[in-house]
């Protein structure tokens, strides 16, 4: 696992962002991972406009949304598909039929898993996984304690999960299970880039780094990764021994 830390969230972000174009521009039809939140905010924004100054064509692209809020309609702007359209697939002109989101409405969990695993199958995996973390190590919506051969699954979200969400949506929501991509998922990636940033995730990013690995703080699978990297600004920094 890199660390490479950042003095600020927008280098941090412009990094990620640059990561992401390069790929695109070497391989047009990349399968990527994205997940949606606070932090990836401004790298998307920077992939946008990279995209447009670097004449990235991402129509080509496939992606796959990390995870989603169970129960919670995509047009509910606190979505994880409300987000990824806004942010990404809409300016992108990302076609619909390159999308794979989980379906959060649907009467049959285990086939809306089924269906996003053979996705991703299909598409021989992912080149690319961006993902931020939970204060409690989450990654998607593994939650700690998660066995990390996990494919895609209907979690049941951490009573801490439940409460930080709220702040994604206009008027307060039962948001009790998700749909995450899993973490045997998430350790296949052909890179994976963990972003963090502020001192909210300080102490959860030193756990990461310098904790003891295993399935209680499930962003510690970094460090099993042969080519992952922790992208973090100083402020996420700050508890690091190293
Ligand atoms: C969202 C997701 C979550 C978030 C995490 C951090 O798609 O996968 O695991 O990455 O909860 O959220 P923010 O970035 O809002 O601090």
């Given at each position: 696992m890199q660390i490479l830390t950042f003095d600020t969230y927008e280098q941090l972000s412009t990094h990620a962002a640059t990561e992401l174009v390069d790929l695109v521009a070497q391989k047009p039809n990349a399968v990527l991972c994205l997940a949606t939140g606070d932090t990836p905010r401004l790298t998307y924004n920077k992939v946008v406009e990279m995209a447009q100054t670097r004449q990235?064509?991402?129509?080509q692209c496939a992606v796959v949304a990390l995870d989603e809020w169970a129960?919670?309609?995509?047009?509910?702007?606190?979505?994880c598909h409300a987000f990824l359209h806004e942010y990404l697939f809409n300016p992108l002109k990302i076609n619909a039929s390159q999308i794979c989101l989980f379906?959060?409405?649907?009467?049959d969990p285990a086939a809306e898993c089924a269906r996003v695993n053979t996705w991703v199958t299909d598409h021989d995996g992912i080149d690319l996984m961006v993902v931020g973390i939970g204060?409690?190590?989450?990654?998607?919506?593994?939650?700690?304690?998660?066995?990390?051969?996990?494919?895609a699954h209907l979690a049941d979200l951490a009573p801490i999960t439940r409460t930080v969400g709220?702040?994604?949506?206009?008027t307060e929501v039962p948001i009790e299970k998700g749909f995450t991509v899993g973490l045997r998922q998430v350790a296949a990636a052909r890179r994976l880039l963990l972003l963090a940033n502020g001192p909210k995730k300080a102490e959860i990013i030193r756990l990461t780094a310098e904790g003891e690995i295993?399935?209680?703080?499930?962003?510690?699978i970094l460090r099993q990764h042969p080519n992952s990297a922790l992208l973090i600004d100083s402020a996420a920094a700050s508890l690091l021994n190293a």
């Amino acid at each position: 696992m890199q660390i490479l830390t950042f003095d600020t969230y927008e280098q941090l972000s412009t990094h990620a962002a640059t990561e992401l174009v390069d790929l695109v521009a070497q391989k047009p039809n990349a399968v990527l991972c994205l997940a949606t939140g606070d932090t990836p905010r401004l790298t998307y924004n920077k992939v946008v406009e990279m995209a447009q100054t670097r004449q990235v064509d991402f129509s080509q692209c496939a992606v796959v949304a990390l995870d989603e809020w169970a129960g919670i309609p995509p047009d509910n702007n606190g979505s994880c598909h409300a987000f990824l359209h806004e942010y990404l697939f809409n300016p992108l002109k990302i076609n619909a039929s390159q999308i794979c989101l989980f379906d959060a409405l649907t009467t049959d969990p285990a086939a809306e898993c089924a269906r996003v695993n053979t996705w991703v199958t299909d598409h021989d995996g992912i080149d690319l996984m961006v993902v931020g973390i939970g204060v409690n190590g989450h990654i998607g919506f593994n939650e700690p304690g998660i066995a990390w051969g996990n494919d895609a699954h209907l979690a049941d979200l951490a009573p801490i999960t439940r409460t930080v969400g709220q702040k994604y949506f206009a008027t307060e929501v039962p948001i009790e299970k998700g749909f995450t991509v899993g973490l045997r998922q998430v350790a296949a990636a052909r890179r994976l880039l963990l972003l963090a940033n502020g001192p909210k995730k300080a102490e959860i990013i030193r756990l990461t780094a310098e904790g003891e690995i295993g399935a209680e703080v499930p962003s510690t699978i970094l460090r099993q990764h042969p080519n992952s990297a922790l992208l973090i600004d100083s402020a996420a920094a700050s508890l690091l021994n190293a």
